[in-house]
């Protein structure tokens, strides 16, 4: 196929590996047996996207897809040492959940202040234990057919994370989520976390995704499913410190039902090459989904956003702002798209992003879109890119602050719009912190 990498071998060790691990993958469920052989032949066809490939055409994931990616199909207790959890933005009171290489990493979680109404546990442990609610989503909202790294995913992902909110349920203490590479070796990561908010149930999530720059090249594919039944609200802020030796693809597929709503804040602040790939389907009428993005790529650094909202029945609403500064020879992408069908009446959504150039080695590819078919709507989108305003750093310096503290300032206040979405005002501070230190970096 012209839209994928051709020559790369490692599709072809990573499929023998399938075959190889294939009794330890499908843990003797089959369920599982058959979305793993599907998944497994969906990624043969399809193989790696290339640059030809549209959705991926400003990534160049061949310099990434090397031949020495392994995937791992176990966690040492080795791999278990060292695991912290980043201080600074851990909330009062929160769920402390480890992940490593992909797996559950139950010696590093916490969970004393697990209230009644929640269940969070190794994915593996779910599927084993038949969980029909991890069982029910498992591989339906995130389809092998539609993506090669989530074909690659299901079929060899062998654990991750299941969050499961009762009906009802408010959980008051944040679920922080530490996800990290302890790699011994060169690694192809695969992690895959599954989230069901059951009817009128409301949940805060924090997703720290942490890297360490060990010098050992490293893949990770992360898939995200999240179902948010009826009247329910659910709210996810990714955080992205990848090491410098790491690429990254994270695919966040949530369906949302009547009178529910889903957040989603995601602060790209560091990673050799990050991708975004966010699917919202807004299932049913009278609901919503808010999206908010910022992104601060540097030293070759590539960060990559590619939103879709999917508006299938009336009086639905979606909000989406990304905002990107781009520095050094820093590449930043955004590729989003609002897509109204026929039945969708009476939607409301508005898509923008905005980026600041600070060096002229940067590089912005932006692209909103508008797909509608259907004739009793408000839709708007629009993008922006520049560099800091002359006039307000003129009149910064006439008060007396020197050119780093005035462009510390306007580039503190351009992130802010983003962060204000934060509920959590020890989180906010804190990211304002780390921003603050790109930016006089």
């Not at 916490?110 to 609610?133: C, M, V, W, Y």
């Not at 591989?139 to 994370?161: E, Q, Y």
């Not at 800091?388 to 008060?399: A, C, I, T, V």
């Not at 983003?418 to 921003?435: M, W």
Request: aromatic share 8%.
């Amino acid at each position: 196929m012209t839209s994928t990498i051709q020559g790369v071998s490692l599709k072809d060790k990573l499929l023998s590996e399938f075959e190889l691990q294939r009794s330890a993958l499908l843990l003797d469920n089959t369920l599982l047996d058959n979305f793993r052989n599907s998944s497994a032949k969906a990624f043969e066809t399809s193989g790696f996207p290339g640059r030809k490939h549209e959705e991926y055409r400003y990534l160049n994931l061949e310099k990434e897809l090397k031949e020495e990616l392994s995937a791992p199909f176990s966690l040492s207790e080795k791999e278990e040492e060292g695991f912290q959890f980043d201080e600074q933005l851990l909330t009062d009171s929160c769920i402390k959940v480890g992940l490593i290489n992909g797996f559950f990493s139950k010696k590093n979680s916490d969970f004393q202040n697990l209230p009644q109404g929640i269940t969070i546990k190794s994915l593996a442990d779910a599927i084993r234990e038949n969980d029909k609610h991890a069982l029910s989503v498992l591989g339906t909202l995130a389809k092998p057919s539609s993506d090669s790294f989530i074909a690659l995913n299901s079929a060899l992902f062998m654990d991750g994370l299941f969050i499961f909110v009762e009906k009802g349920k408010t959980i008051e203490p944040t679920i922080h989520i530490s996800q990290q590479l302890k790699p011994e070796q060169a690694l192809f990561a695969q992690a895959r976390i599954l989230l069901v908010c059951e009817e009128n149930s409301n949940v805060k999530i924090v997703h720290h995704i942490k890297g360490e720059d060990s010098g050992i090249h490293c893949f990770t594919n992360t898939v995200i499913e999240a179902e948010i039944e009826r009247g329910a609200k659910a709210e996810w802020i990714s955080i992205q410190e990848e090491s410098s030796n790491s690429a990254h693809i994270i695919t966040t597929q949530a369906q949302v039902f009547s009178q529910a709503e889903f957040k989603h804040i995601s602060i790209g602040l560091k990673g050799k090459l990050v991708r975004n790939n966010l699917n919202i389907v807004l299932e049913e009428p009278n609901c919503e989904s808010h999206l908010f993005g910022y992104y601060h790529p540097s030293q070759g650094e590539v960060i990559d956003n590619h939103t879709l909202v999917d508006h299938r029945k009336p009086n639905c609403n979606s909000n989406e702002l990304y905002k990107g500064v781009v520095d050094g020879n820093g590449t930043a992408v955004f590729n989003g798209k609002i897509y109204v069908q026929q039945d969708a009446q009476k939607t409301n959504a508005f898509q923008s992003n905005k980026n600041i150039l600070l060096s002229e080695g940067g590089t912005v590819n932006t692209k909103p879109q508008l797909e509608i078919y259907a004739d009793d709507v408000k839709c708007s989108h629009g993008s922006s890119t520049g560099v800091l305003d002359p006039e307000q750093m003129f009149y910064l310096r006439s008060r007396g602050l020197s050119i780093s503290k005035a462009k510390a300032l306007l580039l503190s206040a351009y992130a802010g719009e983003v962060l204000e979405e934060i509920s959590n005002n020890s989180l906010k501070e804190a990211l304002v912190n780390r921003i603050e230190k790109l930016i006089n970096a």
